[in-house]
């Protein structure tokens, strides 16, 4: 089955800077890859995806990037605010099957 | 459009009770999946359900058990609770087809 690392594991950053969090996946059939950000209290919620046919996408502040080759999918945070802090969730998944996730990286925005 | 729902929010159990958790999809969805979220494992996949047939199982035992009705609601039981049992039960909802997940808020299960 898939298989997903994420890192790291905890991220603190000030206000006002990038952060990003690494993703590696297994296997080469996945093909969606999706990123969720968890506050407390709260569900995951879907912050942005990407699919196996797209190199990189934009929402904001907030992108990702997909490497196929090399397995690997990335979460960058620019101009990171207090609000950003959160637990954040990479994914690996498509077709017919449930996408895998990663640990988790806890992200500290200090102000 | 209404978010995903679940209830009750909020449960604490002894072991070896019984509980049954139910989750509400997005008006539209007709899969729904349900993960067990613990601070040692992460997000764990227990199984999904689409047109009240179980499509997908995660590694769980037999105790952990679940249903779709013809209006697409969910409910998930777990009986004889272990201490081990406690997490915070999410279902995601998604459309037919589609990979995208929206989840509930969950619900956070105490075992006592």
């Known amino acids: 089955g898939e298989n997903v690392e994420q890192h790291p594991s905890t991220l603190s950053v000030q206000e006002g800077d990038s952060a990003v969090i690494k993703c590696t996946y297994s296997d080469s059939a996945s093909n969606y890859f999706p990123w969720y950000k968890q506050e407390l209290g709260k569900g995951p919620q879907l912050i942005i995806d990407i699919r196996s046919n797209v190199g990189e996408k934009k929402d904001q502040r907030i992108a990702v990037t997909l490497n196929k080759t090399a397995k690997h999918f990335s979460l960058h945070i620019t101009e990171t605010q207090p609000e950003d802090s959160a637990v954040y969730f990479c994914a690996a998944g498509g077709g017919s099957y449930i996408p895998t996730f990663g640990r988790g990286t806890s992200l500290i925005v200090h102000p | 459009k209404a978010g995903v729902t679940q209830t009750p929010r909020y449960l604490i159990k002894t072991r070896g009770q019984q509980v049954t958790l139910s989750c509400s999809p997005i008006?539209?969805?007709?899969?729904v999946s349900w993960y067990q979220q613990t601070p040692g494992q992460g997000l764990q996949f227990l199984f999904e359900?689409?047109?009240?047939?179980?499509?997908n199982k995660g590694n769980f035992p037999g105790r952990f058990s679940g249903r779709q009705f013809s209006n697409s609601r969910s409910e998930m039981n777990v009986s004889t609770l272990e201490l081990g049992d406690s997490a915070l039960y999410l279902c995601?909802?998604?459309?037919?087809?589609?990979?995208?997940?929206?989840f509930g808020p969950g619900t956070r299960l105490t075992v006592l």
């Open positions: 008006s539209g969805h007709r899969s």
């Open positions: 995601a909802s998604s459309l037919a087809g589609v990979n995208e997940q929206f």
């Open positions: 359900y689409f047109s009240e047939t179980q499509r």
